[in-house]
């Protein structure tokens, strides 16, 4: 969703079924569409589809190269993947009703980019490092000892994560026009083998964006108990959400 309707914007893009994306306008604004086969991306078919995760990531860079492109000319609001309407009046109409919403947001995100602050705890020191030699008590209650002294220390920087994480979110909030939080992607989802505690988001103003990456690294050097890593920029996905009909 844009307010200029440019088609050299679109170039030789194609949309997630291959086909070429087109603008329907009304009330000021500009939606960028494409036809797509039900057989596809009917209700049933995208409840199967999002199962297989070569499909879905097909067309998750498909959609996001085109929201790429009208970013790179203006700004534009990304609408959630395999939002579908029957006919271009359907999309008119969402475009004539709900048009002071949508130049809200426009507002919003003009002259400003997405970063992603993802935060997961660091590894913690085996406390059985420093056990000594074997306890006067015996091998079972060593064994013990060094399993409640390895439970705090866990709790311990558990607890440090925490408040660190809250304290780098809430600097780096104020470094943003907008903030918000994400649950924490798994493990397999975001590639790393430690546990992720905060996964944010901040909307950033372009000339502020090298204050926010230093202000991130800085985050990430100065706390023991958590690593910080930045992603993006991105489209505005996470401030471009808009609330149901």
């Given at each position: 969703?844009?307010?200029?309707?440019?088609?050299?914007?679109?170039?030789?893009?194609?949309?997630?079924?291959?086909?070429?994306?087109?603008?329907?306008?009304?009330?000021?604004?500009?939606?960028?569409?494409?036809?797509?086969?039900?057989?596809?991306?009917?209700?049933?078919?995208?409840?199967?589809?999002?199962?297989?995760?070569?499909?879905?990531?097909?067309?998750?860079?498909?959609?996001?190269?085109?929201?790429?492109?009208?970013?790179?000319?203006?700004?534009?609001?990304?609408?959630?993947?395999?939002?579908?309407?029957?006919?271009?009046?359907?999309?008119?109409?969402?475009?004539?009703?709900?048009?002071?919403?949508?130049?809200?947001?426009?507002?919003?995100?003009?002259?400003?980019?997405?970063?992603?602050?993802?935060?997961?705890?660091?590894?913690?020191?085996?406390?059985?490092?420093?056990?000594?030699?074997?306890?006067?008590?015996?091998a079972g209650a060593a064994?013990l000892a060094r399993r409640?002294?390895?439970l705090d220390s866990r709790?311990?920087?558990?607890?440090?994560?925490?408040?660190?994480?809250?304290?780098?979110?809430?600097?780096?909030?104020?470094?943003?026009?907008?903030?918000?939080?994400?649950?924490?992607?798994?493990?397999?989802?975001?590639?790393?083998?430690?546990?992720?505690?905060?996964?944010?988001?901040?909307?950033?103003?372009?000339?502020?964006?090298?204050?926010?990456?230093?202000?991130?690294?800085?985050?990430?050097?100065?706390?023991?108990?958590?690593?910080?890593?930045?992603?993006?920029?991105?489209?505005?996905?996470?401030?471009?959400?808009?609330?149901?009909?």
């Amino acid at each position: 969703m844009t307010r200029d309707a440019d088609p050299a914007a679109l170039g030789e893009l194609t949309g997630v079924s291959a086909e070429t994306p087109r603008f329907i306008e009304a009330a000021g604004l500009a939606a960028v569409v494409g036809d797509v086969p039900l057989s596809s991306f009917g209700e049933e078919a995208l409840h199967r589809n999002f199962e297989d995760l070569d499909w879905l990531g097909a067309v998750a860079r498909a959609h996001d190269s085109v929201i790429v492109a009208l970013i790179d000319r203006g700004p534009a609001i990304p609408m959630r993947l395999a939002t579908v309407y029957h006919d271009d009046d359907r999309v008119r109409h969402l475009l004539e009703s709900r048009a002071a919403e949508f130049a809200r947001v426009l507002d919003q995100v003009t002259g400003r980019t997405e970063w992603g602050v993802k935060i997961f705890l660091a590894p913690a020191p085996d406390p059985s490092s420093d056990a000594g030699g074997p306890s006067p008590r015996g091998a079972g209650a060593a064994y013990l000892a060094r399993r409640r002294a390895a439970l705090d220390s866990r709790e311990h920087q558990e607890r440090c994560a925490a408040e660190q994480a809250d304290r780098a979110h809430r600097l780096l909030a104020a470094l943003a026009v907008d903030a918000t939080t994400h649950p924490p992607q798994s493990r397999a989802l975001a590639g790393e083998d430690a546990r992720m505690i905060l996964n944010g988001a901040y909307l950033v103003d372009h000339e502020h964006t090298l204050r926010f990456a230093e202000a991130a690294a800085a985050c990430d050097q100065d706390n023991d108990a958590i690593r910080v890593r930045l992603t993006g920029p991105w489209p505005p996905y996470s401030f471009s959400v808009l609330e149901e009909p």
